[in-house]
Each structure stands twice: as C-alpha cells, then as structure tokens.
C-alpha cells in the first residue's frame, strides 16, 4: 500500500500510547491512500479503496475529517468511506456483514481499518494467548474475504518501550507494523516490522491546529492535521541501527524483551523489562550473517553497536530499551 511501509496484502498494526496521535496519522495515511496523492511522507502511496472502521472517538471523526479538507483544498475522497456503527472482530456475523458492505461498494483489496482493536474486540484479555490468537483469526479472515490489507490501531501500554499491549502472538502475526511515539513536542513514527523491506525508518510530524468553525457560543471550532516534520539526526541515529547483523541484533533482543518477565535489574528504570546479556548474545548468534567461527563475535559486535548508539541500555550483565 505504502512502499516500503505497508503491503499491498495481509495484516498490519499503526499502534502507540493515548494521546501520540496516531488516530491523525491513520486517517491522513487512509485519506492519502484513498486519493491516489503519490506519496505519503515521501513514500510511494498505490492508490486504493480505503474503508475507516471508527470505533473509537468518532464523534471527532467528522471534526478531523473537515479539517483534513480545509488544509488540502479539497474533499475527502469518495473511496475513503467511514463506518461508525458497533462491530466485534469475534462475532462472525459482523466480520462478514462488513466484508460484503465494503465489496458491495467496490472496496475489495483495499485498505480496511479497525481503529482501535481494543474496540473491535471488547471485553478480550489482550494477554492472554487464547483470546489474542481468536482475534488474530477473526482479522485474517476479515483480509481473506476482501484482500487487501487490514490495518490494527492499536495501543502500547504503560511502558511504551514495550510495543504493542498484550500478548506478543499479535507481533508474530503481522506483516508489517508503525509505531507512533512521542517525546515532548517531537512526534515520530517508524517501521517497526515489515517482512520484505528494512524496519527502523524515521519520519517526524506535528499535529497542526486549524479552526473550522465556531459553535453556539461564539467558541472556535478547531481539529488538528498532520504535517511531516524534520527530526534530528540524534533522533534518527538512535532509532535507525546500521548494518544488516545491527537490524538483527535489534530484532532478537526487542523480542526477547517482549517475552522478559524480569524487570528493573542492572542499571534499568524500575518496571522496565530486562533480559540477560549472556541470553542476547546466544539468541544474536543463532541469526547473524557469518561463517560458524566468527558467528558469536559477530553477534557481540552488534549488540555493542546498538548500545552504543542508545538504542539499549547495558549494565552488570543486563540489557533493557532505551
């Protein structure tokens, strides 16, 4: 859908913490998408149907999308199509009822998107092997019905550091992930997963402020949209590992993360996931590019390189997330 981004096929997550802005960022990515606009933040945007299941926030849906329209002088495309009523990914009714509506209006091998997951599936204990694996095969087979792509929002929780909430099956599932992060006023969004192009890319955004109306009272009416933004090389140094056995080390070490029931040990935050250096080193040398003697070194030189960049910390035997 996006190149180097988003497949044209299979299952996706855009996902960050409350308040980052990724529900702007998914209807400016949608509403590019849908308007054949070329590129997205400089990538190659294929021009598709796109269908917007809104099940959190709606009622500032129309706000954002009016927004949208007055920055870019123009509508919201007529192949960029909302729907707002209650859906449940685990009733099967519902997963079909809507696959047929979007291939009624011409929308097969499009772009679905379930924003937020959380209320696409209600009341499921995201943790829980059981419960993530039923919805993560109720939403391929919403994709194996219409094609295309079917996009997650979805959030991270309470330490962001930590990806994706709940069970790390869904990780596993994807072909591809965003993740949206915010440190203060920098806004930022990168390739944490894609199966068949390089994970780590970069792009900064704001969240611009327009008003687009005045209420009852005489109150400005505004809504926000997105503009791409410059970040710092800082920024992009220590989110962008160099080097295939780098993209590697990052790669193992943030699953082992994901899976880590120890916390806080060495020099990391108290409630931050830790894993053994010994248990990085072994697991790195298991995929590393290199001939069998010279593996475990590879292996070693990596993981130095990505702590040396910030990417983690390392202290009396432990590495934790930056």
């Known amino acids: 859908m996006v190149r180097g981004v988003l497949p044209v096929e299979g299952l ?16 400016d990515l949608g509403a590019a998408i849908a308007s054949g606009a070329g590129t997205w933040f400089g990538h190659r945007a294929r021009q598709s149907s796109v269908t917007y299941v809104c099940l959190e926030g709606e009622q500032g849906m129309g706000k954002r999308i009016k927004a949208w329209s007055m920055h870019h002088g123009r509508p919201v495309p007529d192949s960029l199509q ?6 449940d990914l685990r009733k099967m009714d519902d997963v079909t009822d809507l696959a047929n509506a979007i291939k009624a209006v011409g929308g097969a091998g499009g772009l679905v998107i379930l924003d937020t997951l959380n209320r696409a599936a209600p009341g499921v204990d995201e943790n829980s092997s059981v419960d993530m694996g039923r919805v993560i095969a ?20 309470k330490d962001a550091n930590k990806g994706l909430r709940g069970h790390s099956s869904l990780h596993a599932a994807l072909d591809g992930a965003i993740e949206v992060c915010q440190n203060d006023d920098c806004r930022t969004w990168r390739i944490a997963k894609s199966k068949d192009d390089e994970t780590g890319c970069v792009r900064g955004f704001k969240l611009h402020a327009l008003v687009i ?36 080390a ?8 994901r899976e880590s029931q120890v916390y806080g040990q ?13 248990d990085a080193i ?9 001939d069998a003697k010279h593996r475990k070194q590879r292996a070693k030189e990596s993981i130095t390189s990505v702590v040396e960049k910030g990417i983690y910390g390392c202290k009396d035997g432990w590495l934790w997330r930056n």
């Open 82 to 87: 909302f729907v707002t009523q209650p859906f």
């Open 282 to 290: 072994k697991a790195v040398t298991e995929r590393v590019d290199a």
């Open 12 to 27: 996706a997550a855009l996902y960050g913490p409350s308040g980052s802005g990724k529900s702007f960022l998914t209807l």
């Open 138 to 157: 109720a939403a391929k087979h919403l994709q194996s019905l219409t094609g295309g792509l079917v996009l997650l929002v979805h959030h991270t929780g």
């Open 250 to 257: 990052v790669e193992v070490i943030d699953g082992l993360l």
């Open 266 to 278: 060495g020099g990391a935050p108290a409630g931050q996931q830790c894993v053994r250096l010994d």
């Open 213 to 248: 109306g005045v209420d009852e009272d005489g109150e400005d009416i505004t809504s926000c949209v997105v503009l791409p933004e410059d970040v710092s090389e800082e920024v992009k140094r220590t989110a962008m590992p160099r080097g295939e056995n780098q993209k590697i």
